[in-house]
T-cell receptor, first 115, second 110 residues
Framework: EPEVTQTPSHQVTQMGQEVILRCVPI?????FYWYRQILGQKVEFLVS????????KSEIFDDQFSVERPDGSNFTLKIRSTKLEDSAMYFC?????????????FGPGTRLTVL | RKEVEQDPGPFNVPEGATVAFNCTYS??????FFWYRQDCRKEPKLLMS???SGNEDGRFTAQLNRASQYISLLIRDSKLSDSATYLC???????????FGAGTQVVVTP
């Protein structure tokens, strides 16, 4: 069964450093998303991406964040200058096409720890 | 008012019993509704989509009540492996951002 994959599974970084989180969505999916979950809190939407551009972004997704689909398979989230409060689990998700656009499938996540 | 609300639980359920819980949403324009299962420190896994009047998948039944703006999940014949946090997710587009509830914890005991 096709699945979303994410690397790395755990990333430790120093405050102020840049990190890139990588995702490989399900191959025929057209819509891509990033969510985050701070420990003990709910899953929060960050950004959606379709047709090589951002479709929607949340208030959390400020200028420090960017997304890119550099090739036909990878989907990345970059945090330019990490803060302590960026420590969270980051989930990539994908959906589509057609009727399947409604249902989002999540990757296993990257645990980001900012020291 | 929170956009998506769930009773955090925990719901302690004897093995074999039935458990049901709800999720309320505030945006009447919401179109799509989902139940996800999340195990500790793992990703949300899609359990069921809930469209129109609801649907059933094995031991799991999901219902949608648009008038009162809530969805429900019922688990019959609970198994130990059903122990997890169940997340409600709602969106207002045909695709697009999901708004999650904080989850309902279910603990199935022998």
């Amino acid at each position: 069964e096709p699945e979303v994959t994410q690397t790395p599974s755990h990333q430790v970084t120093q405050m102020g450093q840049e990190v890139i989180l990588r995702c490989v969505p399900i191959s025929n999916h057209l819509y891509f998303y990033w969510y985050r979950q701070i420990l003990g809190q709910k899953v929060e939407f960050l950004v959606s991406f379709y047709n090589n551009e951002i479709s929607e972004k949340s208030e959390i997704f400020d200028d420090q964040f960017s997304v890119e689909r550099p090739d036909g398979s990878n989907f990345t989230l970059k945090i330019r200058s990490t803060k302590l409060e960026d420590s969270a689990m980051y989930f990539c998700a994908s959906s589509g096409p057609g009727q399947g656009a409604y249902e989002q499938f999540f990757g296993p996540g990257t645990r980001l720890t900012v020291l | 008012r929170k956009e998506v609300e769930q009773d955090p639980g925990p719901f302690n359920v004897p093995e074999g019993a039935t458990v049901a819980f709800n999720c309320t949403y505030s945006n009447s324009a919401s179109q799509s509704f989902f139940w996800y299962r999340q195990d500790c420190r793992k990703e949300p896994k899609l359990l069921m989509s809930v469209y129109s009047s609801g649907n059933e998948d094995g031991r799991f039944t999901a219902q949608l009540n648009r008038a009162s703006q809530y969805i429900s999940l019922l688990i019959r014949d609970s198994k130990l492996s059903d122990s997890a946090t169940y997340l409600c997710a709602v969106n207002t587009d045909s695709w697009g951002k999901l708004q999650f509830g904080a989850g309902t914890q279910v603990v199935v005991t022998p």
